[in-house]
């Protein structure tokens, strides 16, 4: 496989393949949440941790709890790293969830709802999308930081059979845009990184690609569960579409 060329301060030294053209798009690795999923709002799922009814004065103070507890300085210091191994994630999230008094009994039931496939929605053009790339023979993985084994989550909502590589980074004990992750991801696939779009909503996660030599798209964050993303994008990038 090539790697991405030693660049100076006007550009790279040698003239490379990718330099003089990009080369086509053979794959297409994808980030789980806020790419393709993206997990029930956070009412939602406080009502469901809860059991019981939350009134709308109730439902705002523990959102703006939830709100305030992310510069609470426990919970920071909870977050660097928290993709490198499932205790970690958990951790850093059940952290989180905990420094809301009220929510502090429910942190963990929260963070399973995290792990439950029943509590992601795909996004509404996410199906029609992978299955269009897989249709023209185009090769698709995941990689994720994630605390968990995805794979449950796809094939809940019938969606895992279109991928042939699987990256999750606390497999890996490390996060993207480690270049270990994305080469994993190319190896599994049998592809070239220049061959290769990241499709992501992170700009320095997903983004990060580009230093492996792959392309990468960067999805604006958001996106409500279940709306469409926008990612007839990926197959216009893929020369699928004009």
């Given at each position: 496989m090539t790697h991405a060329p030693?660049?100076?301060?006007?550009?790279?030294?040698?003239?490379?393949?990718?330099?003089?053209?990009?080369?086509?798009?053979?794959?297409?690795?994808?980030?789980?949440?806020?790419?393709?999923?993206?997990?029930?709002?956070?009412?939602?799922?406080?009502?469901?941790a809860l059991g019981r009814s939350v009134d709308g004065a109730e439902m705002e103070r523990l959102l703006d709890g939830l709100e305030?507890?992310?510069?609470?300085?426990?919970?920071?210091?909870?977050?660097?790293?928290?993709?490198?191994?499932?205790k970690a994630h958990r951790h850093a999230f059940t952290t989180w969830y905990a420094s809301v008094p009220a929510l502090a009994p429910y942190a963990d039931a929260l963070y399973d709802q995290l792990r439950?496939?029943?509590?992601?929605?795909?996004?509404?053009?996410?199906?029609?999308?992978l299955e269009a790339l897989r249709d023209a023979g185009i090769a698709l993985g995941v990689v994720s930081d994630v605390g968990w084994d995805l794979r449950p989550t796809f094939a809940h909502h019938g969606l895992d059979h279109h991928f042939s590589a699987w990256v999750h980074s606390y497999a890996y004990d490390t996060e993207k845009p480690d270049p270990v992750l994305f080469g994993h991801a190319c190896g599994a696939l049998g592809v070239d990184p220049a061959e290769t779009l990241m499709v992501g909503d992170h700009p320095a996660k997903d983004g990060g690609a580009a230093g492996t030599g792959l392309r990468s798209y960067v999805l604006p964050a958001g996106a409500a569960p279940g709306a469409h993303r926008g990612l007839d994008a990926v197959l216009r990038l893929a020369g699928l579409r004009p």
């Open positions: 030693v660049c100076g301060p006007e550009g790279p030294l040698r003239a490379t393949a990718a330099a003089r053209g990009p080369l086509p798009v053979r794959a297409v690795l994808f980030d789980f949440s806020g790419t393709l999923f993206q997990i029930a709002s956070y009412a939602d799922r406080v009502r469901a305030a507890g992310l510069a609470d300085p426990e919970v920071v210091r909870a977050q660097p790293g928290r993709d490198v191994s499932s439950a496939p029943a509590h992601w929605v795909p996004y509404a053009d996410a199906g029609a999308t």
